[in-house]
């Protein structure tokens, strides 16, 4: 079945970077929309990019503009996430989605822990 695999979480200090990844496998992953999302404990799981399927057009939550980007490689099947700049509110865990033609594949997810 399809699956797609975040990797690259950790624990950093505040102002730091860290970099994830999601590797898809079993789709046609130049089809897809990406996207990463992130859920703190107790709050909602919230869109933080998302990238189109070609790569020519991103969006950022606002909370992330300037700090964040995404890219994606279509010929390794991945998406990235480099988060710059880090604070303890951007603690975690990122999950990574893809969304083609209403269907919708969700990663486990990775935790990301920023420490002040």
């Known amino acids: 079945q399809v699956q797609l695999v975040e990797s690259g979480g950790g624990l950093v200090q505040s102002g730091g970077s860290l970099r994830i990844s999601c590797a898809a496998s079993r789709l046609t992953f130049s089809n897809y929309d990406m996207s990463w999302y992130r859920q703190a404990p107790g709050k909602e799981r919230e869109l933080v990019a998302t990238i189109t399927r070609s790569g020519d057009s991103t969006n950022f939550a606002d909370s992330v503009k300037g700090r964040f980007t995404i890219s994606r490689d279509n010929a390794k099947k991945t998406v990235y996430l480099q988060m710059n700049s880090l604070k303890p509110e951007d603690t975690a865990v990122y999950y990574c989605?893809?969304?083609?033609?209403?269907?919708?594949?969700w990663g486990q997810g990775t935790q990301v822990t920023v420490s002040s």
């Open positions: 989605s893809g969304r083609f033609v209403g269907v919708t594949y």
